[in-house]
């Protein structure tokens, strides 16, 4: 079935520094696409991005990412970490590309001074 | 104002006592959700909802059950709670669309002692 995989648990960072969680996903359909939620403390789960198609790039509030199919990938990239940005984040596709979300395990980065 | 609200949401019982975690919206949306997340294990959907007494199971439904006799509410009912079942629980809700990225609400943080 559709799954999705953050393999770090815990991405720790010195503020300014580049940033890249990773996040792959399987699914049997051809044009799947795949959603970033950041989660800050004591507040919702916020969508941060939505893929577009296959190579594209789509940004919001600094960060972006590129859906790649060929190596089933969505990976969260942002030019210069700031401390504000410690939070988690959790990758997610819908499930046979209906309504049910699988999320991934999230990753958890905090960004020191 | 498009919100989900959980009520409440902090919430102590003791083992064995029936819950019932409460979940508005007013965006008329017809899908609503409850999760559950836990530490290394991300959001697990535990029922989805399509609308008015339209529900479904999701990965973890074992030991809940859901009622949804408005469109803008849902609620998630542990009859003899568990304390495997202490957890923070999110509801969510979207547009009929698989294309939407659900909104959640804040939580509700239960303990089962």
């Known amino acids: 079935g559709d799954s999705v995989t953050q393999t770090e648990g815990l991405v720790t960072l010195t503020e300014g520094l580049p940033v890249m969680l990773n996040c792959t996903y399987q699914t049997i359909y051809s044009n799947p696409f795949l959603f970033w939620y950041v989660h800050y403390l004591n507040e919702s789960p916020r969508l941060l991005l939505k893929s577009s198609t296959d190579n594209k790039r789509t940004e919001h509030q600094g960060f972006h990412a590129t859906l790649h199919k060929s190596s089933s990938s969505f990976h969260l990239q942002k030019s210069s970490a700031q401390l504000s940005d410690s939070a988690l984040y959790y990758c997610?596709?819908?499930?046979?590309?209906?309504?049910?979300?699988?999320f991934g395990t999230g990753t958890s980065l905090l960004v020191d001074p | 104002d498009m919100k989900v609200t959980q009520m409440p949401r902090y919430l102590i019982k003791r083992m064995g006592e029936n819950v019932l975690l409460e979940c508005g919206q007013d965006m008329s949306h017809e899908t609503m959700y409850w999760y559950r997340q836990d530490p290394g294990l991300g959001l697990q959907l535990i029922y989805i909802s399509y609308d008015v007494d339209s529900n479904s199971e999701g990965d973890i439904p074992k030991g809940y059950r859901v009622s949804r006799k408005k469109r803008e509410h849902f609620s998630l009912i542990l009859d003899s709670a568990k304390t495997n079942q202490t957890s923070v629980y999110f509801c969510?809700?979207?547009?009929?669309?698989?294309?939407?990225?659900?909104?959640f609400g804040e939580g509700t943080r239960l303990s089962v002692l």
């Open positions: 997610a596709l819908p499930r046979n590309m209906g309504y049910k979300l699988t």
């Open positions: 969510a809700s979207s547009r009929d669309n698989n294309n939407q990225a659900p909104l």
